[in-house]
């Protein structure tokens, strides 16, 4: 009876420390998280105030990896190509999952097939913005000298692809003018170049341009959202400023290669939302024009796949190409 007793305890106990074991395997190493545009650009500045509070949670490192090009298809794929092991992640847009699928059939990955949903992060507003010495005061003085103009101006955005991108060809259209696109790899090279007058203006999130806006190197013209941004009432939107019903809003979220254990991705939004959470990283996000989320797994893929619908109608209404 004793034996039994003991060969039963051997088992139980060795059963529980496997599964201890499998439980606690993830993460055992460093976490590789890819950011699809250059440094300094949203996608970047959201990586890099979020996976030092990943990191403290998780108890391994996480390790920022730009890889710029595109319009963010060439980090994107890199990570729809990884093992699905939990130990690479995409720093995902709006132009990685939903835009740039609907603007080029032919890239190397499929949006709705080759990733695993973790969480959004947030959302924010973009801004149109002009240098500090600018003529252009408002949308108004903009928008009359392009359609005096046509093909005179030109703007930034960072990317083929992003929202600023397909932003400004909604502009465009909406507005019956023809505004010259220069894509850049990412927000932080883009911004810089309409701050020392390399082009016009500029369409890009108020994460990446709210800085350069309080510094008065910057002067913003008007929100792309349709109503205005928390912290940032000042600035009109382009509905109000003589583009009735404009509105698009950048999105930023979290995925895994497709395969990647249901419990790690639960895991990781778990602990994503956490840090959203936390008051300070919360003001911080605000304070830059983002709206945190958190949401769940289920709950991001079926806003992507809305959002992958609503911008193929975009792309086909508007006839639009790759550049």
Known sequence: MQRRHLIQSLLSSGLLAATGARADAWPSKPIRYVVPFAAGGTTDVLARLITPRLAAALGQTFVVDNRAGAGGVLGADAVAKSPPDGYTLLGSTIA?????????????????RDFAPVTMIGATSNVVVVP??????????????????????????AG???SQHMGGELLKQMAGTFILHIPYRGSGPAVQDVIAGQVNFGIDTLVSTSAHIKSGSLRALAVTAGKRVKGFESIPTLAESGVPGYDVV????????????????????????????????????EAMGLEPSGMTPDELGAFETAERA?????VKDGAIKVE
């Not at 950048?250 to 249901?262: E, F, L, N």
């Open 96 to 112: 990685t999952q939903a835009i740039n699928p609907a603007l080029n059939p032919k890239i190397p990955y499929n949006a709705a």
């Open 132 to 157: 500090a010495n600018s003529p252009f005061k408002t949308i108004g003085d903009l928008l009359a000298f392009a359609r005096k103009n046509p093909g005179k101006l030109s703007f930034s955005s």
């Open 160 to 162: 083929t692809g992003t």
């Open 250 to 285: 950048s999105w930023q979220a979290v995925h895994a290669p497709a395969g990647t254990p249901r419990e790690t991705v639960q895991r990781l939004q778990t602990e994503i939302a956490k840090v959203l959470a936390q008051p300070d990283i919360r003001a911080r996000l």
């Open 310 to 314: 609503k911008w193929a109608k975009v």
